[in-house]
């Protein structure tokens, strides 16, 4: 089999959305939650939430992509159940913010933590170095990509686990924690805090629709994808309840208010000023992964872009190897960007706001389609319809209509950056489209 025929393996697809999810997000919003939120019971019931919503989630697109399976994820979904219009801004969304943002704040994390073995690193520069290395790893072949992405996933769940265990062992006492909450807790559930504090899990739990921007490279993508994105999901959450349970089991919780690097302010706890040190080098190094997987999946909604449009034909080029080099290209540039001008608490915010968008207006897609294509082939289709697309969707609405209120400023980004996507696929349809690659295919 030729290079540019290679499909990703299951366990690669596996890997690729663990490292998606297991990022940024669980490793510093913790701090920001503690902000509002001061009960260990009711922090660890948002994170139950934010897992039970990312599996409907995964049960709705496991759906869509076996049923249509090529790559690009939502630009793919709704460009087919909406218009091509509708899937071209989510698939801008998806590139300018989606992929790009993420990958931004991972990096950024990364060389935080890094910083506290290397005093003198230069975060800033050191992301920018990051970004730059894994793209060009990306830029070789599929298999490199896959083993580069295999070996760094495995090697941060081992560090995750070391990291938990050693935590419990080393710890002189464990904190006073109550873990069932009072019903004056329970209370903070319908508030404006609890939401915002919602968007924080919702973006730590974003990528378990990765593989879907793949699917086209996928094995056997109809079979295959459904178990890619549930088992995927299901152990991220299992493991980001325990993550929790060890954070505010070990460490304070006003130790750890407004902090980014949880982990460190928990490392410290647990092994003192100097095994802190290291284990934030080693949760910096388990961060490599998170990187290789956004760079990994998001050009390709960039490629299929490109397919479909004349005037952005570029971004469909591959290398002989079946790589989108341009496309590549395009997601670090956008990264590095996001690096260099943006605050951190920004890019969680914003981009968190808009990826909630734009996976709620595909769930509720799912709807649609089996109204319209009752006959279409589905290889997989979710149980206990339409309840997983029912949690799915008032949840992140929920969330979202309690963000406009409680952060306007992000709530005005997010429509600006829609409405200019709008605008720059009025420009792209001026110029003319090309028919789909599944279209050309005749499926």
Request: proline letters at 4%; one cysteine or more.
């Amino acid at each position: 089999m030729s290079q540019s025929n290679q499909k990703f393996s299951q366990r690669t697809a596996i890997t690729l959305v663990i490292a998606n999810m297991v990022g940024t997000g669980v490793f510093t919003s913790l701090g920001f939650q503690l902000l509002d939120i001061q009960h260990a019971g009711v922090i660890l019931l948002l994170w139950l939430i934010g897992g039970v919503v990312a599996l409907c989630g995964a049960l709705c697109y496991a759906e869509l992509g076996a049923a249509l399976p090529r790559s690009g994820g939502e630009y793919n979904f709704l460009s087919r159940i909406y218009h091509p219009g509708v899937g071209f801004v989510s698939g801008w969304i998806s590139v300018t913010v989606g992929f790009s943002a993420p990958t931004a704040a991972a990096a950024i994390t990364a060389a935080t933590y890094l910083r506290s073995v290397f005093p003198d690193l230069h975060v800033v520069a050191t992301s920018v170095l990051l970004v730059t290395g894994i793209g060009a790893i990306h830029l070789g072949s599929r298999s490199g990509s896959s083993a580069f992405q295999q070996v760094f996933t495995g090697i941060k769940i081992v560090l995750i686990l070391l990291f938990m265990a050693l935590a419990w062992w080393q710890v002189e006492a464990l904190q006073t924690v109550d873990w069932l909450p009072e019903t004056t807790d329970l209370a903070l559930i319908g508030t404006g805090g609890f939401a915002v504090a919602l968007i924080y899990v919702n973006y730590a739990y974003t990528g378990w629709n990765a593989a879907t921007y793949l699917s086209g490279e996928v094995d056997n993508p109809a079979k295959n994808l459904p178990r890619i994105l549930i088992f995927g999901t299901a152990a991220v959450t299992l493991l980001y309840l325990a993550l929790h349970v060890t954070f505010l089991s070990v460490a304070p919780m006003q130790a750890m208010a407004g902090k980014i690097e949880i982990g460190y302010v928990v490392a410290d706890y647990a092994f003192g000023q100097t095994g802190a040190a290291l284990i934030g080098g080693m949760l910096g190094i388990l961060l490599v992964s998170t990187v290789s997987a956004m760079l990994l999946a998001g050009p390709r909604a960039l490629q299929v872009m490109g397919e479909d449009f004349r005037v952005l034909n570029v971004l469909s080029r591959t290398t002989v190897s079946g790589v989108p080099a341009v496309a590549v290209g395009v997601q670090i540039s956008l990264t590095l960007l996001l690096i260099i001008t943006s605050s951190f608490e920004q890019i969680i915010v914003f981009s968190g706001a808009l990826l909630a968008l734009n996976s709620l207006v595909t769930v509720i897609g799912v709807l649609i389609l089996r109204a319209r294509e009752p006959d279409l082939p589905r290889p997989f289709t979710m149980p206990w319809y339409p309840l997983p697309m029912v949690v799915y969707s008032v949840i992140i609405l929920w969330t979202l209509i309690y963000l406009v209120t409680e952060r306007p400023v992000e709530g005005l980004m997010a429509l600006a950056l829609i409405t200019l996507g709008g605008f720059v696929y009025w420009g792209a349809q001026r110029q003319g489209t090309r028919p789909s690659t599944a279209e050309r295919s005749g499926t």
